[in-house]
């Protein structure tokens, strides 16, 4: 159902009055983790000042440690949406488990699978029975045909509205967090007809690289580009040493309008 052989056009998707899939990238920005209604306030404020139309912020965390910060949880949801109506945006938010999807479909108008439950089988059939937009990211070692199978679950059960995102991959390269695959944005739209978004933060873990790699994103043809922002990354309670501060992210996107003005 995702091949571009079933379906020639683009998939194009509109929330909140962004056409995802057609007219030019679309952003996702926010912090990694939701962590109070100031800190998330001000980046959403931030956001809207540039017209955008998406936060995101992760309420449940899948942290490599149990003991590291979890995540607010419902709470962080109800930040996230409190912040979202006062700045007119639509919240992109992590899922992990079937059992949250109904208390947070009030909350939420993106539902993201994060790269650790890419073939978390039965949380895509479970994300597949809404009818929530879904940016799926692709697995810490998943091959591009996994990623294209991963989507294609969430579409046999009925939902049509699925955003790929790719958040690079592990290989034996340490000056990065993970390797960005950008090759996979056309190969990804070669093969399917969904919207390809880059995360240009958890592929590089590496602040001086967010510009080079957006820039890449637009320039390979992505449909969108995801980072992380916080008021204050020195005290982020989860990936500090990769999210933009406001001035930062400021600049970063004068920057990729400059780039982006010459297409
Ligand atoms: C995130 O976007 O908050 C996140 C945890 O990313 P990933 O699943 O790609 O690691
Ligand atoms: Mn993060």
Request: contains cysteine; charged residues 25%; hydrophobic residues 40%.
């Amino acid at each position: 159902l995702v091949s571009r052989k079933k379906k020639s056009e683009d998939t194009v998707i509109e929330i909140n009055g962004e056409t995802v899939g057609a007219g030019g990238p679309s952003f996702i920005f926010g912090p990694c983790s939701v962590e109070s209604y100031e800190q998330t306030a001000k980046v959403a404020e931030s956001i809207s000042a540039k017209g955008l139309k998406f936060i995101r912020g992760g309420a449940y965390k899948p942290r490599t440690s149990p003991y590291d910060f979890q995540g607010l949880g419902l709470e962080g949801l109800k930040i996230l949406k409190r912040v979202s109506q006062e700045h007119g945006l639509a919240v992109v938010t992590e899922i992990v488990t079937p059992a949250h999807i109904e208390e947070a479909l009030d909350y939420v108008d993106v539902i993201q699978i994060g790269a650790r439950n890419m073939q978390n089988f039965e949380l895509l059939k479970a994300v597949g029975e809404t009818n929530k937009p879904v940016l799926l990211k692709r697995g810490l070692a998943a091959t591009i045909d996994e990623f294209i199978h991963a989507a294609e679950y969430i579409m046999s059960k009925g939902n049509e509205n699925i955003m790929l995102c790719e958040r690079g991959i592990r290989t034996y390269e340490k000056a990065t967090r993970n390797t960005l695959d950008i090759s996979a944005v056309p190969i990804l739209k070669q093969e399917t007809h969904l919207p390809v978004f880059v995360d240009v933060t958890h592929s590089t873990g590496r602040r001086d690289l967010l510009l080079p790699c957006a820039k890449a994103a637009i320039a390979i043809g992505a449909d969108g580009v995801m980072a992380e922002v916080h008021p204050d990354p020195s005290v982020a309670l989860s990936d500090q040493q990769q999210q933009m501060d406001i001035p930062e992210f400021d600049q970063f996107y004068i920057e990729l309008q400059k780039f982006m003005k010459q297409y």
